[in-house]
């Protein structure tokens, strides 16, 4: 690197400013750090600067996340970890909002409102046309409203898909899915409206007296609402994490009795653990060892954190199709540390989440009252149980009316193989029995 003289070519007075003056006790009030000169003054500032901004931490924390996420806009990957951050210590954290999120992030009653910039998709251009809208006309009320006041060329289908995917138009009336496919209908009206704005249609007295004398609205249509699993696909794709739930959310239980880790947990754990961890699989990757056979990389993420994957070729022959992106899936393997820290997991098995406590049940208990097993519900049972015949036991639990419960083990010609579908047809026959799997 090369040094050269550095001219100053104005000074303006600005104001005063307190500053700080140290004098520090020789002969150590300077030193040399990576050949540099360094005064000890600069160290007690660090200190202050450290503590006002761990005292903002403490005692104001929606206002010292808004300000860290606010700083990190053009960065999804550090957004998620610091949201993490922030629910870690309670803050919670509110979806964006056309009515009510501002570029970045806001602090508002003790939470932190996402900023419209941080949605993928959405440029400063679009904000700054989405916010100038609504300090003019107030709230907007509907999909098409929102498309009739945003200028139209801040306004584009990428656009409102990115909103509708992430939540922000949640508030107004009608469906993720409902506004997704009025999307055409609504940038159409809304590109009429400007067109006739612009020509001095909108009234014989130059703009609408109030809304009554507006066009009438194009009905939203009538689609099936976007899943659950859908829904936190959109928020992944536009905010770069799951802001409303976690696919994982209804994996709980499974993940629990099978002793699952968190992937926080893997810090505790030594190079060479066998563990079992389940998350949510993304960037999916099939490469070639040098001899030409084929091996899988990918990411399981979980809500506290995220773990590379390596399944090498004799475990890849055995996933076939089961792991996939976007898949929620448990993984058992040996994990890699590398500087202390988890680094991978070697894969040895793995398989889809969706079904695997069926999977693994060694046996099905109804429970239900004695009285309501009669010849009729025998019939009704093995009309059920036809279609998924297999090699787990069936067991009742029958509640007899002195308070007794009778176990009684079913006939080998009962043995069913869990599924989904086998609890859905055994609670259809049974609707006010309670099913078990052990």
């Not at 990411?299 to 390596?310: K, P, R, Y």
Request: net charge neutral; with cysteine.
């Amino acid at each position: 690197m090369s040094l050269r003289e550095i001219k100053i070519a104005r000074v303006t007075p600005v104001g005063s400013a307190p500053t700080y003056n140290l004098t520090m006790r020789g002969p150590r009030h300077n030193y040399f750090v990576n050949g540099i000169l360094t005064a000890n003054s600069h160290s007690v500032c660090y200190g202050v600067l450290a503590y006002r901004t761990a005292y903002l931490k403490a005692h104001y924390p929606a206002h010292f996340w808004s300000a860290v996420l606010t700083s990190e806009l053009g960065d999804s990957d550090k957004v998620a970890r610091y949201i993490e951050g922030a629910r870690a210590q309670g803050v919670e954290i509110l979806p964006p909002d056309v009515n009510l999120s501002r570029h970045g992030f806001t602090a508002t009653g003790g939470k932190v409102r996402f900023g419209l910039m941080a949605i993928k998709g959405i440029g400063e251009t679009s904000v700054d046309a989405i916010l100038a809208a609504r300090e003019k006309g107030g709230p907007f009320k509907s999909l098409f409203d929102f498309a009739e006041r945003v200028d139209a060329k801040a306004l584009n289908r990428r656009v409102l898909e990115s909103l509708i995917k992430s939540g922000a138009l949640d508030r107004l009336p009608g469906g993720r899915a409902q506004k997704f496919a009025a999307i055409d209908a609504a940038l159409e009206q809304g590109a009429r409206a400007h067109r006739d704005a612009a020509a001095g249609q909108a009234s014989l007295f130059g703009g609408f007296a109030d809304d009554s004398a507006k066009a009438p609205e194009a009905a939203l249509p009538s689609v099936p609402d976007w899943t659950a699993k859908d829904s936190l696909a959109g928020e992944k794709a536009t905010l770069g994490f799951y802001l409303t739930g976690h696919p994982l959310a209804a994996f709980r239980e499974t993940l629990e009795r099978l002793k699952s880790l968190s992937c926080a947990k893997l810090a505790a754990q030594s190079a060479g653990d066998a563990v079992s961890v389940g998350g949510v699989v993304s960037g999916f990757t099939v490469k070639n060892t040098k001899k030409g056979d084929r091996f899988a990389v990918f990411t399981l993420e979980d809500e506290t954190g995220s773990v590379e994957v390596i399944a090498w070729p004799e475990t890849f022959k055995r996933l076939g199709d089961k792991v996939q992106d976007g898949a929620a899936a448990l993984v058992t393997g040996r994990l890699e540390l590398e500087d202390g820290a988890p680094t991978r997991i070697i894969a040895e098995a793995a398989e889809p989440l969706d079904g695997l406590r069926e999977r693994h049940a060694r046996s099905v208990t109804l429970r239900l009252p004695a009285a309501a097993l009669d010849a009729a519900q025998i019939e009704k049972l093995c009309v059920a149980l036809e279609r998924y015949r297999g090699d787990r036991p069936l067991i009742f639990a029958l509640r007899l009316p002195s308070g007794i419960e009778a176990r009684l083990r079913a006939h080998h010609a009962f043995d069913v193989q869990p599924s989904p579908k086998l609890l859905e047809a055994l609670q259809a026959a049974f609707p006010d029995c309670a099913i078990e799997l052990q």
